[in-house]
């Protein structure tokens, strides 16, 4: 008998709140999660991640 699981899931801006996505499994569950993560991605091509230094401000 499968167990079903959840996997919380939160995008600033673009879910509202924390989502719990589910799955068959804890496998499951991540892997529909990282398709929402992905489908963001695609449809925001032009955000990146924050890494690295932020630019200098003139002050």
């Known amino acids: 008998m499968a167990v079903r699981s959840h996997f919380p899931l939160s ?3 673009y879910l509202p709140g924390i989502k ?3 799955g068959v499994g804890p496998v499951d ?3 529909n999660a990282m398709t929402l ?3 963001f991605f695609e449809e925001h091509a032009d955000v990146t991640p924050r890494a690295g230094v932020p630019p200098k401000q003139d002050s």
Do not use: W
């Open 11 to 13: 995008i600033e801006g």
């Open 20 to 22: 719990c996505v589910m």
């Open 29 to 31: 569950a991540l892997m």
């Open 37 to 39: 993560v992905r489908r």
